[in-house]
C-alpha cells in the first residue's frame, strides 16, 4: 500500500437491486494531484464519488480518504473532505453568505470563523456582489462557483467535484476550469467525475475511465493517447460506393468504420508522410469520389471509442471495440 | 514519505462530537428553517390564517347547532379548535422534509461532519414555534368570540402546554411520513389523508355522546380526544367527555402525555432511522 495517497479504493462493488452500477472498482489518487474519473452516464462514476464521500456504503471492498476508512470512519473522513455533487445543492431561500456560512458551523467552525471564511470565499469566488442576495436569483455559473465554495469551506485537503461543469455554457465553464487549476495550485488532492473528454485532458493528470461499473483505462491523457496509437483517418465521399473500403483497407490498421449513408469512413492509420495523398489516389484508382481528407491526432474521444465500441455519449452504435489495448493500458 | 509527512494543510473544523455540537447543530438547522419562513410568509398561513377562519366558522356556524351543557360552544370549542389546528398542521413538517429531500439540499448536509439527526431535530423544532404562533392566533381568534380560560394561569399555560407537547409528538410521526414520501405534494396528500380524520374523529368539535357506538369508542380513544379535554381540564372550560367512563376520558391529563410520550418514543427513533436509511444508499 502507498503511504502518500490520499483516496485509494480497492474492489468497490455496488449494486442497486438488481443494477450493478459498480463491479470492482480500484482508485489511487496521489496527494496532490487531479484525478478524472471518465465515463458515460450510468458507467458508475457518481456512485464511485457516493461512496467515497460517505453518501453510499459498498457492496464489498474498502476505500480510504486523508488515510481513513469510509465506512468505519465516516466521520472523519467527512471533516477532510469537500464535496460539489450535483445533487447535493445549496439552500435556494438562503443568500449566497448565509449558504456558505451555515455549511461552515455545521462543519464545526464557530459563527465568527464561519462568517470570515465566507467573505473570504465570497472575494475569492467573484461572488462578493451578489453575497446578499437569495440563491434563486443566481445564474446556473454562480451557482456552481458557489458549490464550489461551499466544498472549501473547511479548507479540506480533499475535493471531490462530481460533473463540475455539466450544464454550464462554454463561458462558465472555462471560469470553473480556471478555479480548479488554483485549487490544485494550493495542494489540494481533486477527484472529478466527468463525461468530457476535453475536461479530463485540460485538468486532470490521471484520468481513469471506466463503463459499466469497471475501470477499463487508466493512464495519464498522453498514455492513453499513445496507447491508441496513431492518428485516425476519416474520409467523406461525395456518394456511398462499394469500393471504398477496399481501397481504405491497406491504410487501415484495424476495421474500417462506416457511417449509416455509407459516406463517412474512419478508422486508425500510422500517420507519414504523403498519406491524404496516397489515399485520395487509391479512391481515385477505385472510382470513388471523394469530397474531405481528414487525418487527425488522437483526441480522448477516440481513446473511449477505441476502449469501449462506443462514443463517450453511447451514440455511435456498437462498432469494433479495439480488446488488445485494455491490457496494454491496465 | 507517509501522509503525516506531507505538508496537507489541516481542515479547519475540529472532531465533533458530544451534546454541545448537536445542539449546536440543531440551533444552526432550526434558524435555516426561521429564515425560510421569513422568505416565504406563506408557510405560516397554516398557523395564523388558518386558526382564525376556523374558529370564526366553526364556532358561528357549528356553534350555533350544537348546544353544550354548562357552556357556549366557544368556550367548548377552542381547546377543540386548537388542536384541529395542531394536528393539521403537523404536515408543515412533512411538506418540509420532503421538499429538502427532494432538493439535495440534504445531501449536502449529510457530507457535512454534522449531527445527521439534526436535520430533522432542526426542522421539528422549528414547527414547534410556529404551532406556539397558531396557539396565540387560536387563543386570540377566541377571546374576540367568547371564549374565556376560567382556570389559574398556570393551569392555562399548562393546557397550552399539553397541547404543544402532543403536536410537537406528532411532528416527529409526520416526519416519518415526509421520508418515506416521494415529494413535497404526496407528503401533503398523506399528511391530510391520515390527520383530518385524526382531528375530525374525536371530541375536538363536537361531544362525543351523540355518535353511533362504534365512532364513539374510536373518538373516546382517539389520543387527539384525550389531549383536547385534558386542555379543556387545564383551561377550565366545559369538558362534556368527563362523564363517559372510557379511561382516556377520565384521566385526560394523564392520557395526553401517555399519548404524547408514546408518539415519541415511536417515531423518534424509527424517523432517524429512516432518514438515515433514506439518506445512505
Redesign the interface.
Known sequence: MN????IEAHGLTKN?RSVKALSGIDLAVE??SILAVLGPNGAGKTTAL?IL?????PDSGRATV??FDVVKEA??V????G?T??????????TGR?NLV??G?????RRS?AKA?AVELLERFELADAADR?LKTYSGGMRRRLDLA?GL?????VLFLDEPTTGLDPASRLNVWAVIRNLVAD?LTLLLTTQYLDEADNLADRIVVIDHGLVIAEGSAQELKTAIGGATLEVTLTEAHEGAVAALSRFIEGSVHTSHDGRRLRGPVRSGSGLATMVVRALDDAGVLVDDVEVHQPSLDDVFFALTGHGSNGTEGAATPAPELEGALR | ????S???????????SGLA?RL??VV??TR?NL??IM??PMQLSDVTVQPVLFTLLFVYVLGSGVAIAGGSYAKFAIAGLLLLNLTTSAMGTSVGLATDLS???I????????WSA?VLVGRTFADLLSAIVCVVMVALAGLVVGWRPEAGALSVLAGFGVALLFSYALSWACACLGIVSKGPESGASVGLVVLFPLAIVSNALVPTQGMPSWLRLVADWNPVSSVASAVRHLLGNPNPSASIHDWPMQHPVVAALGWSALLLVIFAPLAVHLFRRR???
Open positions: 503511504d502518500t495517497l490520499m442497486y496527494a496532490g457516493r464521500t460517505t453518501l453510499a456504503l486523508a488515510g466521520a472523519t467527512r471533516r477532510h473532505i464535496v455533487a450535483q445533487d447535493a445543492t445549496l439552500d435556494e431561500l438562503l448565509q451555515m455549511v458551523e455545521l462543519s464545526g467552525l470563523q471564511r437569495v461551499a469551506t473547511t479548507r479540506p485537503p495542494g | 514519505m507517509t501522509l503525516a506531507l505538508t496537507i494543510p489541516a481542515p479547519l473544523t475540529r472532531p465533533r455540537s449546536h447543530d444552526v438547522l435555516r429564515v425560510h422568505r416565504e432538493t439535495g439540499a445531501t449536502r448536509f449529510r457530507t457535512l461532519p454534522m439534526a439518506t445512505t444508499g
